[in-house]
């Protein structure tokens, strides 16, 4: 989102204009939205600091996840207001890059599945992302049909 993109962005005015412009795109735009959610990370953080604290991230999820962003709602579920929940009440730790990365890729598959069709105990996915899926099941009340005995 360089203003070298745009190359006629030479007064205040026309850099106001296309940042409008912008704005208006997140949230239907997929790959500007990726590009300024990944770049958030970079600049949240401090510069000799690898992870941001948790209510810095948490502001810039918010301000990611609502619009004019994307936001992260689905029929049956408010995910960012999930989200924000359980790192309230469950998560004392700061945010690294990999899990700002992979809470990305969770709303991804979150938009496209609610019923966390995708997510598998034995997936790759970070830890924090793991006791958000079992906060999620616990508050919406989905109980597996039968329980697993060895």
């Known amino acids: 989102m360089l ?4 190359p006629s962005a030479d007064t205040i005015t026309k850099q106001k204009a296309y940042l409008a412009g912008q704005i208006k795109q997140l949230s239907s735009d997929m790959t500007l939205f990726k590009r300024v959610y990944r770049h958030t990370f970079i600049f949240a953080k401090e510069k000799d600091q690898k992870a941001l604290p948790k209510d810095t991230a948490v502001v810039y999820w918010d301000l990611l996840f609502k619009s004019p ?18 790192l309230g009440a469950k998560w004392n730790k700061s945010v690294n890059k990999d899990m700002w990365n992979q809470t990305f890729e969770f709303f ?3 938009m496209e599945d609610e ?8 997936g790759a996915w970070p830890g924090v992302i793991d006791d958000f899926v079992a906060y999620v099941k616990e508050k919406r009340g989905d109980v597996p049909d039968s329980m697993e005995t060895d």
């Open 3 to 6: 203003y070298a993109d745009y």
């Open 69 to 86: 962003g994307k936001p992260w709602v689905t029929s049956s579920t408010n995910w960012i207001e999930m989200w924000i929940e359980f």
């Open 108 to 110: 991804l598959k979150t």
């Open 115 to 122: 019923t966390l069709g995708f997510w598998s105990e034995d």
